[in-house]
C-alpha cells in the first residue's frame, strides 16, 4: 500500500515561493506519475502540475505556467513542487497523487489511485 505525504506548505506573501514535497512509503516514486492538484473553498479539485513515469515529461495548467516547476529529487526520493511569484488566488490545499499505470503527464484526477491528505498553501498579505 503506498502512503503519500506532503510538506512544505505554509503562509506566503503575495510574490512570495513555496516548496512542496510529496513523499512516499512503501514505494518508490520513481516507479509512479505523480501529480499535484489543489483545491479552494467551494471550487473543484483542479491539475496544477504532474509528471510522468519514465521519461518525467511534464505539464502544468496555463494557471501556474512559468511559475510552477515540479521536479524528482532522486536523492530525497520526493516529488517536489517549486512554487514562485505566489497569487492570492494560489491559495489552496495541494494535494499529491501518484499512480504506476500511467506513463503519460496527465492531470485526470481519475485516473490516479494514491493520494495523500494535502497541505495547506495561503497567499496572503
Known amino acids: 500500500q503506498v502512503q503519500l505525504v506532503e510538506s512544505g506548505g505554509g503562509l506566503v506573501q503575495p510574490g512570495g515561493s513555496l516548496r512542496l514535497s510529496c513523499a512516499a512509503s512503501g514505494a518508490t516514486l520513481d516507479d509512479y506519475a505523480i501529480a499535484w492538484f489543489r483545491q479552494a473553498p467551494g471550487k473543484e479539485r483542479e491539475g496544477v502540475a504532474c509528471?510522468?513515469?519514465?521519461?518525467?515529461?511534464?505539464a502544468y495548467a496555463d494557471s501556474v505556467k512559468g511559475r510552477f516547476t515540479i521536479t524528482r529529487d532522486n536523492a530525497k526520493g520526493t516529488v517536489d513542487l517549486q512554487m514562485n511569484s505566489l497569487k492570492p488566488e494560489d491559495t489552496a490545499i495541494y494535494y499529491c497523487?501518484?499512480?504506476?499505470?500511467?506513463?503519460?503527464?496527465?492531470?485526470?484526477?481519475?485516473?490516479?489511485?494514491?493520494w495523500g491528505q494535502g497541505t495547506q498553501v495561503t497567499v496572503s498579505s
Open positions: 497523487a501518484a499512480d504506476s499505470n500511467i506513463w503519460i503527464a496527465t492531470m485526470d484526477l481519475y485516473g490516479y489511485d494514491y
Open positions: 509528471i510522468s513515469r519514465g521519461d518525467s515529461a511534464t
